[in-house]
C-alpha cells in the first residue's frame, strides 16, 4: 500500500508562482510512475504532467507546457510540481497520484493505482 500526502497549495496572484509537494510512504517510490491531476468542479480530473521513476521522463498537458515543472527526488520519496506564470484558469483541487506501470499510458486517470487527498490551488486575477 502507497500512502501520498500533497502539500504546497494555497492562494497566489496572476503571474505568482506556488510549488506543490507529495510525500510517499513505501519502499518502492523510485519505480514508481508519478503524475499530478488537477480538478474544478463539475469537470472530470484531468492529467497536468507525470514523470518515470527510472530515467525521469516528463510529459505535460499542452496547457501547462513551459509554465509548470514535475521533478521528484527518489532519496525522500517526494514529487514536486513547480508552477510558474499562474493563471487564473490553473484554478483547481490538485492530486498526486501513483502508479506501478502505464497500463493505460500516462495520461489515463485508470493508470493510477494510488491518490492523495489534494491540495487546493487559487489563482486571482
Known amino acids: 500500500q502507497v500512502q501520498l500526502v500533497e502539500s504546497g497549495g494555497g492562494l497566489v496572484q496572476a503571474g505568482g508562482s506556488l510549488r506543490l509537494s507529495c510525500a510517499t510512504s513505501g519502499r518502492t517510490f523510485s519505480s514508481y510512475l508519478m503524475a499530478w491531476f488537477r480538478q474544478t468542479p463539475g469537470k472530470e480530473r484531468e492529467f497536468v504532467a507525470a514523470?518515470?521513476?527510472?530515467?525521469?521522463?516528463?510529459y505535460y498537458a499542452d496547457s501547462v507546457k513551459g509554465r509548470l515543472t514535475i521533478s521528484r527526488d527518489n532519496a525522500k520519496s517526494t514529487v514536486y510540481l513547480q508552477m510558474n506564470s499562474l493563471k487564473p484558469e490553473d484554478t483547481a483541487v490538485y492530486y498526486c497520484?501513483?502508479?506501478?506501470?502505464?497500463?493505460?499510458?500516462?495520461?489515463?486517470?485508470?493508470?493510477?493505482?494510488?491518490w492523495g487527498q489534494g491540495t487546493q490551488v487559487t489563482v486571482s486575477s
Open positions: 514523470i518515470r521513476g527510472s530515467a525521469g521522463s516528463t
Open positions: 497520484a501513483a502508479a506501478r506501470a502505464a497500463y493505460y499510458g500516462y495520461l489515463d486517470i485508470r493508470t493510477y493505482e494510488y
